[in-house]
């Protein structure tokens, strides 16, 4: 086992360099980091999400929520994700947000902060990862495309300002993308409903 991962597992804080500490998402400090979180995310991302996506996403899975604070305990960078079945299949994590403050971009922050939230998702055995990024969010597409994710689908108008996204897909196990159309199929998007007869 890695360091980073024996280090996740106890959920202790990870040192780095540049003054900087990684972090998961602690419920019982939500008065100092749910403000910055929602300050740093609304900024960046094209969504308002109320203070109840975020409290569904850190309530449920704090595990799965990574901070960078610099050494005065302020929020850096963040990303916020989730793993739960998809669909009746595979395990699938969900990468729902990720924001770095601007004067902080271009250090590998970022990167940083998907790596680890990848590795604690393998460590609770998932599947596959999704997320969705704006088309023309270069950077995050770059970001993720290093990291091994795969454009699977384009989602025209997906966001509330009109921008198209990209459904971007990380495969953890082999063949769980051969899976994936089954249950893409088989599941309509909007009933949840039973998979198609043998």
């Excluded at 991962?5 to 939500?30: C, H, M, W």
């Excluded at 051969?178 to 039973?194: A, I, N, R, T």
């Amino acid at each position: 086992m890695s360091g980073s991962k024996a280090a996740l597992s106890a959920k202790p804080e990870i040192q780095e360099n540049a003054g900087l500490r990684y972090v998961t998402f602690d419920p019982s400090k939500e008065g100092v980091f749910l403000p910055q979180i929602r300050q740093l995310i609304s900024k960046d991302l094209s969504e308002p999400y109320s203070i109840y996506v975020y409290r569904y996403f850190l309530y449920q899975w704090s595990d799965l929520c990574f901070m960078a604070l610099d050494e005065a305990d302020k929020l850096v960078g963040v990303v916020v994700c989730k793993l739960e079945p998809h669909r009746g299949g595979p395990l699938r994590g969900y990468i729902a947000m990720l924001a770095t403050q601007e004067a902080h971009r271009g250090k590998g922050i970022a990167t940083k902060l998907v790596s680890m939230a990848i590795e604690a998702m393998q460590a609770r055995d998932a599947d596959e990862i999704a997320l969705e990024t704006e088309v023309t969010n270069l950077a995050s597409n770059k970001l993720y495309e290093r990291l091994g994710f795969l454009r699977t689908k384009r989602l025209h108008r997906y966001y509330l300002n009109g921008n198209t996204a990209y459904r971007l897909m990380l495969y953890l196990k082999e063949g769980t993308a051969l899976k994936q159309q089954y249950y893409d199929e088989g599941y309509p998007d909007d009933s949840g409903g039973l998979p198609p007869s043998a």
